[in-house]
């Protein structure tokens, strides 16, 4: 586990630095450039305060939503790391378990909320008849019911475990010795099909499923912040909570052990005697539940959202488990604080709806100079 | 390493390759009779089949050959398509899942430069074949543009890398900041896109014209005498110029495949480095390859807009290159005879398939379902299945596409990764390698110190190798 | 640095050569000397991050001959093999072929200026017929050229120049005895015919010299004798070999030359006979494996 660099000596590090100096390749070029262009953005940055043609006020909004989505992108993130490395393969049909997180997880915060008043039916799809229940109706916000909001978020976790293991057992155990590409081709077809039989019951149409969120005003004056949105707060304690968790289970536990060790060599775990299927059992389940978890918070913060929801968001999930290095958990996190950040301290300079563009104009130029990641070729789960 | 084995070892997986022995000899030599036949085969029974099941469901012939013209289109779309992934992933196994993206540059592209003038945003009013002429050159060179920095990047990363490219062209045209860029007037029209002349407008043209004019009223008229509406001929004269493109792609792609450049392409896709290691440029063939397999992806954008008015970022979503790649793999990577017959098997079951169910189940149960998923199981319940029928085959029948496309996906991926067709090859070289007449008397290498453009002498090898003469 | 620092001096090879001897504790014989080397090698160093694989070897191959490379597992014999090809990038030193310095080239030039190598793991094509991996090999393909293999008037030379290579093809499966298997795919070769192709194919390159890497591993004893028939055959021809192999009896009895590596550097080169009496050498192998 770790962060640290891949060992060798300082004398071999100046070395090695010493002689790419000399004979710098493409790619080092590229990298150069790269750095430099973030250094003249930060100065420009730096610049637009100073001269005063930016708040403070602004760069902090865009700062703290950023790190927000992060969050949120982090949970997915580590999933797709772990399947990533403990099962090889790119799953493209991680986007739609968070998909899957979502609705379900509502469904069932639905259908606490409304229990009695109004029929299963109308409450487990968000009212498709113009005349049911709305989110608002049902007060679904934090302080209005904390219960139906924690018992949905805890399904949304289960019932996305429970389907990412069914698809597990219906395709992927079938395909256990099939390349990488196989199974990424095999994802995709389950990512559609998971997506459209969700599309079959709540239509392809967006859904709102929460009340406004409950807004604190009379924050302390030493607060960075003047209001405390409690939804996004939930999201922040939530996420950070969970990943503390993930930190602490891979540290010191056995399983945890067991995951670190099939992510760094299949091969000899298995000779070791590590049980592979509980392992990938387990892959699943902290992949999934994260992912599940993570579609339930977005809904959470954000209101609106249909059945793309998480397509839409897993080409950021990539963006960040690249960047973070394949394979890496802390990594993940990195990644996704980077591509959290970037798609919202954009904003200075691009127009909102290129956001994403930065985002994975950085994911391409990434991959092309530094394959393994920001954090270089750490193989650790 | 996690994720994919981009050079599986070649001593090890050979064994759990389901290949079809009987089939090989067969597929030493190129055999067009054979496979022309085999792809008319499968045509006129997917035809013949629709049309019995159409007209003994009582949709109507009309409505029928609509189905069976509309299938011909997206038949030959998706095969050229296929054709062009084939050059990509079937050959020189570039996992290219940006075909949406080229394709989009080729259509906005054309857009652009066929737009009236006075239009919003305004375009250059060129003709139609100029402006296909240039999409197909755009998307070539932003080919060219992304291949080239990621050559060395891997299988899986760069799907991601492709996929990221399509997805970073849809929301640049997408973006409200191009729609019209500065003061210009021109620009991608952000999410309302571009109007432009449909593509398909040259069959009207064509029909304006002496000769050809003249041959189109008799097949109107002919069209006509058997109840097949004028617009549905003149939709199935544009899908005949397809045809002509899927020909034409057929056979450039052929002649890429039986050829050393094909062989390089193969090589490549077997094992990069030993190809290397044999003095091959593989850097240099991956670059034409992916130029050129975008070049036709971009040609694909073009003619894909066929009727439309609009050109919008709505056409390019990542969906359209999975709808290529299961064709492709429906009818098996890196064959080209494969790719035309998985494109039509695609159009035909998966794409078109779930809306001709939707024909039949108007035809016989109307078309008054409910609208909800609420709603259907509401009305099953109450004691009336088509309800539920209803909703799915009809009001859903675009998910329920997605769906069969999803698990087709996933059961070709366990039961038959290497399609239809099973595991099939074309030799990749520009004659028939089979022993021709009677060859020296053998014993030794002809290599030796012969000229690489002068025939193979027996009598030449009795020059020694002094090393100090090198072909160069 | 110093080593990048040396390639702008035109290299002395009896210089390189005087101090390499005086390191070694051998004896001095005239035979250690190569008279009219094909390939050098001077001060060869490959690091892979705080890893010491090649560490400043230096050795020569005599031009005509068949050499052979030994030394215990991990010695970096592999390694010195893809430093030499281009498949590694030197950390540092020298490599000299034909008089041209091709330190740090690409694998597909250091291939075309005639010095070709096979792997351990043999690297046939596996989805293609033994036929398509030889017309593969050939150098100066017309066809090779998209356009040429596309446009009509072109396109009927390269298929003159296709009906050439077929029979040079057949010719070379002959002369190695498996045209029998010409239209197998090459993925259903054993072992030992997998290295035959591998062989046959560098052939088709029409190289100078070629470089082996265990071509007798996983090889059963009747297809070694053939194969190591070949290799002899092929010398009289005019070829240069530089063999890796673990089999010391098949180093023995069929090179001229011998240069032991040992810890990433030489540790003795001579004829088979001088080097069956250093004790270092055998105390190399008996500290690593036997």
């Known amino acids: 586990m770790g962060v640290g660099n891949t060992g060798g000596k300082i004398s071999d590090v100046v070395d090695d630095t010493r002689e790419r100096l000399s004979s710098p390749s493409s790619q080092e070029i590229f ?113 209005a019911s904390p219960v139906a909001i924690l018992v949905g978020l805890v399904m949304a976790a289960l019932m996305t475990i429970a389907v990412a293991l069914a698809i597990d ?177 954009s904003l200075v300079w691009i127009p909102a709806d290129l956001n994403e563009i930065a985002a994975f104009t950085l994911m391409i130029l990434i991959l092309i100079v530094k394959p393994d990641g920001l954090l270089g070729g750490v193989e650790t789960a | 390493m996690s994720g994919a084995d981009p050079e599986g070892d070649p001593g090890t997986d050979t064994a759990d390759v389901p290949g079809e022995d009987d089939e090989e000899s067969a597929m030493i030599r190129p055999k067009w009779g054979s496979d022309l036949f085999l792809i008319a085969k499968v045509v006129l029974a997917t035809y013949a089949l629709f049309f019995v099941v159409g007209v003994l469901s009582g949709a109507g012939v009309n409505a029928t050959v609509g189905t069976i013209q509309s299938i011909t289109f997206w038949a030959a779309l998706f095969a050229l398509g296929a054709l062009a992934l084939n050059l990509h992933w079937g050959y020189t196994g570039m996992f290219n899942i940006g075909i949406a993206g080229f394709m989009a540059i080729g259509a906005y592209t054309m857009s652009i430069a066929i737009a009236s003038p006075d239009g919003t945003p305004a375009g250059f009013g060129l003709p139609i074949p100029i402006g296909i002429l240039l999409g197909t050159i755009a998307a070539g060179i932003a080919g060219l543009v992304l291949v080239i920095p990621t050559l060395r990047v891997r299988a899986d990363y760069f799907a991601i890398v492709t996929l990221g490219f399509s997805e970073i062209v849809r929301l640049s045209v997408q973006s409200r900041s191009l729609r019209q860029i500065g003061d210009t007037g021109y620009g991608t029209g952000g999410g309302q896109g571009i109007r432009a002349t449909p593509v398909d407008s040259v069959v009207p043209w064509l029909f304006d014209q002496p000769i050809v004019g003249d041959v189109g009223g008799v097949i109107l008229a002919a069209g ?107 009818g098996g990577a890196g064959s080209n005879t494969g790719s035309v017959i998985g494109g039509f098997a695609f159009a035909a079951f998966i794409f078109e398939g779930p809306r001709f169910v939707r024909t039949m189940v108007r035809a016989n149960l109307g078309a008054d379902f409910p609208r909800t998923a609420y709603g259907a199981f509401a009305e099953f319940g109450a004691g009336d299945p088509t309800a539920l029928i209803g909703y799915v085959l009809y009001q859903q029948a675009d998910e329920v596409r997605y769906i069969i496309l999803g698990v087709v996906l996933i059961v070709l991926m366990i039961k038959r990764p290497d399609g239809l067709l099973g595991h099939r090859k074309e030799i990749s070289a520009g004659v028939d390698l089979s022993r021709q007449g009677t060859v020296a008397d053998g014993g030794r290498p002809a290599g030796g110190r012969t000229d690489a453009s002068s025939p193979a002498n027996g009598a030449d090898e009795t020059a020694a190798k002094d090393g100090g003469d090198r072909d160069e | ?78 390694t010195t093999f893809n430093c030499i090809t281009g498949v590694h990038q030197p950390s540092g030193g020298r490599v000299v072929f034909d008089d041209e310095d091709i330190t740090g080239d690409e694998p597909h030039q250091v291939a075309n200026r005639g010095l070709v190598r096979t792997f351990q793991i043999a690297r046939e094509l596996p989805e293609m017929t033994v036929l398509e991996n030889m017309m593969l090999a050939p150098k100066n393909q017309i066809g090779e050229s998209l356009w040429r293999s596309v446009l009509p008037y072109f396109r009927d030379e390269v298929i003159e120049q296709e009906e050439e290579l077929r029979e040079r093809a057949w010719e070379t499966l002959e002369f190695f005895e498996i045209d029998h298997l010409a239209e197998e795919y090459a993925e259903n070769l054993s072992g030992g015919q997998r290295k035959l192709l591998e062989l046959a194919r560098a052939l088709q390159t029409e190289p100078e010299m070629l470089m082996l890497d265990e071509p007798m591993a996983g090889v059963n004893p009747t297809l070694e004798r053939k194969l190591l028939d070949h290799i002899h055959e092929l010398r009289e021809q005019g070829y240069t070999f530089l063999i890796v192999e673990h089999d010391m009896d098949v180093i023995m009895n069929n090179c001229e030359r011998v240069i032991v590596m040992h810890q990433g550097a030489v540790l003795d080169r001579g004829t088979p006979a001088e080097i069956k009496a250093n004790e270092q050498v055998i105390e190399a192998y008996l500290g690593g494996e036997v």
């Open chain 1, 31 to 143: 990298a150069l450039l790269i750095v430099l262009g973030i250094v003249v953005l930060l100065l420009d940055l730096v610049r637009r305060l100073v001269m005063g043609e930016m708040a403070v006020g602004r760069l902090w909004r865009y700062t703290w939503n950023g790190l927000v989505d992060s969050l949120y992108i982090a949970l997915a993130a580590i999933g797709l790391s772990m399947t990533y490395s403990i099962l090889r393969f790119a799953n493209f049909s991680h986007g739609d378990l968070v998909t899957t997180g979502a609705f379900s997880g509502w469904a069932v915060a639905w259908l606490i909320g409304g229990w009695g008043a109004y029929s299963v039916g109308e409450l487990v799809l968000f009212s498709p008849t113009a005349a049911g229940p709305t989110g608002g109706g049902l007060g679904m916000d934090v302080l």
């Open chain 1, 169 to 345: 057992r219906l395709v992927y155990r079938r395909m256990r010795d099939a390349g990488g590409i196989a199974l990424l081709i095999a994802s995709v077809g389950v990512a559609l099909a998971l997506r459209y039989i969700i599309g079959v019951f709540w239509t392809v149409e967006s859904h709102s499923a929460t009340a406004s969120a409950p807004i604190i005003t009379d924050v302390p004056a030493w607060f960075p912040v003047e209001r405390i949105n409690l939804h996004e707060l939930t999201l922040v304690v939530t996420a950070v909570g969970l990943i503390v968790g993930l930190h602490l289970l891979l540290q010191y536990t056995k399983l945890g052990k067991a995951m670190r060790a099939m992510a760094d060599n299949k091969d000899l775990a298995l000779i070791t005697g590590i049980p592979t299927e509980r392992v990938i059992f387990a892959t699943w389940t902290i992949g999934a539940g994260l992912a599940g978890v993570a579609g339930y918070l977005i809904v959470l913060d954000r209101g609106q959202f249909s059945i793309n929801i998480g397509w839409f968001l897993l080409l950021l999930i990539f963006a960040a488990v690249i960047l973070g290095g394949i394979g890496s958990i802390y990594g993940a996190l990195v990644g996704s604080l980077v591509i959290g950040l970037t798609i919202n301290v």
């Open chain 2, 224 to 330: 006509e005498a058997v109840g097949i509406a004028s617009s549905v001929t003149m939709r199935g004269m544009y899908t005949f110029i397809l045809i002509l493109f899927v020909v034409a792609f057929y056979v450039l792609l052929t002649r890429i495949a039986y050829s050393p450049f094909g062989r390089v392409l193969k090589a490549i896709r077997e094992d990069e480095l030993a190809a290397k290691s044999l003095g091959k440029r593989t850097d240099r063939a991956k670059i034409a390859a992916f130029a050129v397999g975008c070049a036709l992806m971009g040609l694909v954008g073009t003619l894909w807009m066929g009727s439309r008015t609009h050109i919008s970022p709505d056409h390019f979503m990542p969906l359209i290159t999975f709808y290529v790649f299961v064709a492709l793999i429906v």
């Open chain 3, 1 to 78: 640095m110093e080593v990048i620092a040396m390639s702008d001096v035109e290299p002395e090879v009896a210089d390189a050569d005087a101090v390499e001897r005086a390191e070694s504790d051998a004896d001095e014989t005239a035979s250690r000397a190569v008279e009219n080397p094909i390939l050098e090698v001077e001060d060869l160093e490959k690091r892979f991050g705080g890893i010491v694989a090649v560490d400043g070897a230096s050795f020569a191959v005599e031009q005509g001959s068949i050499t052979g490379l030994i030394g215990p597992n991990g010695a970096g014999k592999s």
